[in-house]
């Protein structure tokens, strides 16, 4: 039976009351600024801490003190606006997410750097009397809780509701182009909230503070007290003071109960919240997509000319500092003997090989994951737990003995276990991503460290205070001497970087990053984004468990106090990746010997420690968004440009003969005198609004349809329900077959390409990868025979690179096939969507406005064009468009929607001249509906 006391309660209440606080300050941050604030309580030392000084050390009166200290923080706060809010307002919000966890290490350093206080004095409070109301015992710091935190709560709630400013912060964090154009400055916004969530951290640490009565040490909020935190925020959608507040109330009091009931299960309340956070994650994450931007900090790599490719020292000029850096590393450990300096560099190589998991799900995939070494702790504790063998107790009596594996064995079958760990977590985080990912992974960080770790399948008995990990032999090579196993290590993350590398280049890696730069044309691609994600999150927890499971090899043991393993440790890995260069495949080598190598190199040194992990990553952030690679990239570009001006102009590029990629492969012919698509009472519904209501057209074989109407009619919302990509009820039937239940990219295997209104495609990949994405429907690029670099891969990935540049090469866009697609105009972005619905082989083509945003000579280009690609395809289509000219001049039939419903279906000339046409849509001005009599030729 669960049992709770009036004083067990009580105390639950205040410390639910501080937590609730600090859920207050991260709503505060997000409601303006779309950020999640890691730094939310590290920001409120720098005050907290100053308030201790002033008034134990200099004798400054305990309410001169408050207040100084209050206005540092609150000056603190919009500093950190200021030198690094502002400069990254532009990046994605993922970045600044990071740029916050720079933050919280460099409030740190500032406190540390403050003059010491004796540690014999308790930290400053207004009282020190005690009451006992109700039998429950009250204590002046608990008071001030009780008090300070609900005045808070209602001032900020004033402050956005009844304030000028505060009604602004909404506005400029929704829109903030708008937010401009109504003389509204979201950085002046921006720097307000900052700074008076300086002043709420501020305050909320010095009620800890004096709770606690530490002052040898800073006060600082562990990551347990940070989660649940970030676990009301999450409850209360990120938007709600109100219900931050009690959210954290009732988390308070649930760690109360747990800890009271379950004493003897150290940790169980942080699963308990993990729980929580999926539960709210999953909820929130259905209103809204919080990270709709693409990692454009990722470093690009610039394409090598096609002139320049046939040049040895070119295709591997990429190599020569990896080669110079494998060299070091063969060497260095033959220079230094002593087991101390080896065993470091031992463990730079694990942490290299545990980032390149972070650069594999968040470099690539865009899932912003603050769990890896949680994954790279289980590894760790998986191999040590099979290297000694297994009675587990599975119940009614009987037990499965896993016998003691090698050492080698262990590593790898941990590896494994992690790897499908790591896919079942992502399964249940398919739907959310950026930001609340961040906070959902961190979550399980913590929930590891304190409650998974600590469980008896892991431990070799109930009173050790490690597992042992002893290595003896790999395949039959002794690596009990330290250097040895270094070099078995520097292996393992050679094959890594090189098996990652090879992923990249191929169908592998472009389809993660198209899926994490735009699902929706990845999925009109025909590839499947969730089986992409978990792909990748399987891959990612597998090397995470790798190096978690050779890093607990160097050691020898696992320590059950988490040393390596830590959710800390996880923030640590990320800025690791960050500094080397997020995507890039020696990101993870470079970051590891900045971070982990560089304050070793230098024990003694005060400011390489800075470099190494706060100073250096905000510096980074703030100059070199790619990370320490991007130098490099800079270096190879200016290389690659010298190399190609010496060759002079490259020669004019011609076609003389269709590509065979374009000819039809062999298919099933279209079925005779039936629709290729059709649909019946299509509805579609967001909220209490109908978008579409009872649609039903038709697309013959060989037929160009054409779909107009006013802007809200509801024409794009029909093709997304074509497309799969907004839920509608009704029947969908393609090709004879009816897929309304089918998934997008099972519709666009069926038969269905779509092209999109923004043609944003996928940003931060090139043409030619681009068109090899969507050749992807003409044959799968398999995981394990790329990573093996199997002849079929091999002649998979020459084919798939020779049909692009003949899609290319046909369509005219040859000087483009290395660009970046966010570089290119509207225009050529349009004509790569062409390519792609070619590459795909599509038999039912849905375009949705595709001279959107192009220049009118342009325009005039599409007929012949699109009419040149039916011809060749001898696939039907479906178009929105705007031009009327044009579409009236291709269509064989046309539907006019208005309202979400059919008004005239017919030929060009009968949908014209129809009176609600004209009414609804032409108007009555003479002249546009004597433009539309004209037609492209």
Not at 344 to 367: D, H, N, R
Not at 608 to 623: C, D, K, N
């Amino acid at each position: 039976m669960i049992e709770l006391t009036r004083q067990l309660a009580f105390d639950g209440v205040v410390n639910g009351m501080v937590i609730g606080l600090l859920a207050m300050g991260i709503v505060l941050i997000h409601r303006s600024t779309r950020i999640v604030n890691f730094a939310v309580a590290n920001m409120g030392l720098v005050g907290s801490a100053l308030f201790a000084l002033l008034n134990l050390r200099y004798d400054v009166p305990f309410w001169i003190a408050l207040a100084i200290s209050l206005v540092v923080g609150t000056s603190f706060g919009a500093v950190v606006d200021l030198v690094v809010i502002r400069r990254l307002f532009a990046a994605p919000r993922v970045i600044l997410l990071v740029a916050t966890i720079g933050v919280a290490q460099l409030a740190l350093v500032i406190v540390m750097a403050y003059p010491e206080v004796d540690a014999a004095n308790t930290y400053p409070v207004w009282s020190t009397a005690k009451w006992s109301p109700a039998g429950i015992e009250v204590t002046a710091t608990q008071l001030a809780v009780l008090v300070v935190v609900p005045l808070v709560a209602i001032a900020l709630g004033w402050f956005l509701a009844r304030t000028v400013l505060g009604k602004t912060v909404k506005a400029s964090a929704d829109n903030p182009d708008l937010a401009r154009l109504n003389g509204i400055s979201p950085k002046a916004v921006s720097t307000a909230v900052w700074a008076i969530a300086g002043l709420v951290t501020t305050i909320c640490l010095i009620l800890i503070s004096g709770r606690t009565g530490s002052v040898g040490s800073p006060a600082v909020l562990g990551m347990t007290t940070l989660m649940r935190a970030l676990a009301a925020a999450v409850i209360a959608r990120m938007v709600s003071f109100r219900v931050a507040l009690v959210a954290g109330v009732l988390l308070g009091l649930l760690e109360s109960v747990v800890q009271f009931n379950w004493i003897d299960r150290p940790g169980l309340t942080d699963m308990v919240v993990f729980a929580l956070v999926l539960v709210a994650v999953f909820v929130v994450g259905r209103g809204r997509d919080t990270e709709a931007s693409t990692f454009s900090f990722a470093p690009k790599v610039r394409p090598i000319p096609v002139r320049l490719q046939g040049l040895w020292w070119v295709r591997n000029l990429e190599r020569f500092g990896l080669v110079f850096l494998g060299l070091i590393a063969v060497v260095m450990p033959l220079l230094v003997t002593q087991p101390s300096k080896q065993l470091l560099y031992t463990t730079i190589l694990a942490y290299a090989i545990c980032a390149a998991s972070v650069t594999v799900l968040t470099g690539w995939a865009g899932q912003l994951s603050l769990g890896q070494m949680a994954f790279a702790g289980i590894g760790a504790l998986t191999a040590a737990s099979l290297s000694r063998g297994l009675r587990l107790d599975i119940g009614g009596g009987d037990v499965l003995v896993v016998q003691r594996l090698t050492f080698p064995t262990a590593v790898f079958v941990a590896a494994l276990l992690t790897a499908a760990l790591a896919a079942v977590i992502g399964a249940g985080a398919l739907r959310v991503r950026g930001l609340l990912l961040a906070v959902s992974t961190l979550a399980f960080a913590v929930g590891c460290e304190q409650w998974v770790y600590t469980q008896d399948i892991f431990h070799d008995s109930p009173t050790q205070t490690a597992a042992s990990f002893p290595r003896t032999d790999v395949f039959g090579v002794d690596v009990t001497a330290q250097r040895s196993y270094y070099y078995v290590v520097l292996a393992v993350l050679v094959a890594v970087l090189t098996v990652t590398g090879r992923l990249r280049r191929t169908g592998v890696g472009r389809t993660t990053i198209g899926v994490r730069d735009n699902p929706a044309t990845a999925s009109a691609y025909t590839v499947p984004a969730a089986r992409v994600k978990l792909r990748a999150f399987a891959l990612a927890g597998g090397v995470a468990g790798l190096g978690g499971a050779l890093l607990a090899g160097a050691l020898q043991t696992v320590p059950y106090s988490n040393a390596y393993f830590r959710s800390a440790d996880s923030l640590m890995l990320v800025s690791v990746v960050v500094i080397g260069g997020l995507g890039a495949t020696s990101g993870p080598v470079l970051g590891s010997l900045w971070v982990i190598g560089l304050p070793a190199v230098f024990p003694g040194n005060s400011i390489v420690p800075l470099l190494a992990s706060s100073l250096g990553l905000l510096m980074l952030l703030l100059y070199f968004p790619g990370g320490l690679v991007q130098i490099g990239y800079a270096m190879r570009d200016a290389v690659l440009s010298w190399a190609e001006e010496r060759l002079g102009p490259a020669p004019a590029k011609t076609v003389g003969a269709v590509p065979r990629s374009l000819t039809p492969t062999e298919r099933a012919p279209l079925p005779d005198g039936k629709p290729v698509l059709a649909t019946s009472n299509i509805r579609v519904r967001f909220g209490g609004v109908t978008a579409v209501d009872g649609v039903a057209i038709e697309v013959m074989p060989n037929e160009i349809v054409g779909l107009i109407g006013t802007n809200g009619a509801g024409k794009s919302t029909l093709m997304n329900a074509i497309g799969g990509f907004v839920p509608a009820t009704g029947t969908i039937e393609l090709l004879g077959r009816d897929v309304s239940t089918l998934a997008p990219a099972r519709r666009a295997s069926v038969g269905l390409g779509r092209t999109f209104q923004a043609a944003t495609l996928f940003p931060e990949l090139t043409v030619t990868e681009t068109v090899q994405i969507a050749l992807e429907a003409r044959g799968r690029t398999g995981l394990l025979s790329s990573a093996l670099w199997l002849p079929k891969s091999l002649k998979g990935e020459r084919a798939k690179k020779a049909e692009a540049h003949d899609l290319i090469d046909f369509l005219g866009l040859g000087r483009y096939a290395g660009a970046f697609i966010g570089d290119l105009s509207t225009g050529t972005r349009r004509i790569v969507e062409l390519a792609g619905l070619l590459a795909l082989d599509a038999r039912v083509l849905c375009l949705d406005e595709p001279t959107a945003g192009v220049a009118q000579r342009e325009t005039e280009a599409f007929g012949p064009l699109i009419r040149e690609i039916r011809r060749e395809l001898g696939a039907s289509m479906l178009i929105i468009e705007h031009d009327m000219p044009l579409i009236m001049g291709i269509s064989d039939r046309v539907y006019c929607l208005e309202t979400g419903r059919v008004i005239a279906a017919g030929t060009p000339s009968a949908v014209r001249n129809d009176p609600k046409v004209v009414a609804s849509y032409l108007g009555t001005d003479e002249r546009a509906i004597e433009r539309s009599d004209r037609v492209p030729t």
